[in-house]
């Protein structure tokens, strides 16, 4: 058994050994959109900082309803605690942009 276990051992090795060494570059092409998003975000002095109903409401310059609404969508990255309706500011921007995109797009 622990001739067997050896050769296994061995041969494990010598394939580690015969590998040639690859370097493999990933080229993935960034969106002006993602760029500026990452940008901003190096920025934040905490991007997980949460953000209240109030908070939403006064960046996006809606009343307290439609901020409501707005935390109930389902494509909102929102989460209740209790009855404390947040939002964490990272993904609050990331969700902003893509909106935005989105409006640029259709007109």
């Known amino acids: 058994m622990e001739n067997i276990i050896e ?3 061995e041969d494990t090795i010598q394939d580690i050994r015969n590998t040639e ?3 493999i570059v990933i080229q993935n092409e960034i969106t002006p ?3 500026v998003l990452m ?3 190096k920025r934040l002095k905490n991007p997980f900082r949460m953000l209240t109903v109030q908070d939403v409401m006064k ?3 809606i009343c307290e309803t439609i901020a409501y609404r707005t935390f109930k969508r389902p ?4 989460i209740t605690i209790g009855k404390t309706n947040q939002v964490m500011l990272i993904s609050y921007l990331v969700w902003k942009m893509q909106k935005r995109a989105l409006v640029v797009v259709l007109w």
């Open 7 to 9: 050769k296994i051992t």
């Open 21 to 23: 060494v690859k370097n």
């Open 33 to 35: 959109e993602q760029r």
């Open 39 to 41: 940008e901003s975000i």
């Open 59 to 61: 960046d996006l310059n």
């Open 75 to 78: 494509d909102f990255p929102s």
